[in-house]
Nanobody, 119 residues
Framework: VQLQASGGGLVQAGGSLRLSCAAS????????ITWFRQAPGKQRELVAS?????????KYSDSVKGRFTISRDNAKTTVYLQMNSLKPEDTAVYYC????????????WGQGTQVTVSS
């Protein structure tokens, strides 16, 4: 499984960014794509997750619920993370991950993409 993350950048507080995770090489076992983030000096944390089979069940961390939206394209090869109303505390390196279970890290990681929110 190969994952390619993109879309990070620098944005002012209150602004928006959209991250993309292009996925290929899925086996039948991987059923979910999850975005994680890691800020300097902090542990990696779950941001949002979506199943790539079935109806596209989603799950969000409380810190981003209502501001971020995870979605997938019809071909189920790209997962997006639309981030609105960004806050300085959203600053982190964002990683996409492919796994077996919704909202649980799996074996496959994309490279990180930096998101910086200035106050």
């Amino acid at each position: 499984v190969q994952l390619q993350a993109s879309g990070g950048g620098l944005v002012q507080a209150g602004g928006s960014l959209r991250l993309s995770c292009a996925a290929s090489g899925f086996r039948s076992a991987e059923v979910a794509i999850t975005w994680f983030r890691q800020a300097p000096g902090k542990q990696r944390e779950l941001v949002a997750s979506i199943t790539i089979t079935g109806g596209g069940t989603t799950k969000y961390s409380d810190s981003v619920k209502g501001r971020f939206t995870i979605s997938r394209d019809n071909a189920k090869t790209t997962v997006y993370l639309q981030m609105n109303s960004l806050k300085p505390e959203d600053t982190a390196v964002y990683y996409c991950n492919a796994g077996l279970v919704l909202a649980t890290s799996g074996h496959y990681w994309g490279q990180g993409t930096q998101v910086t929110v200035s106050s």
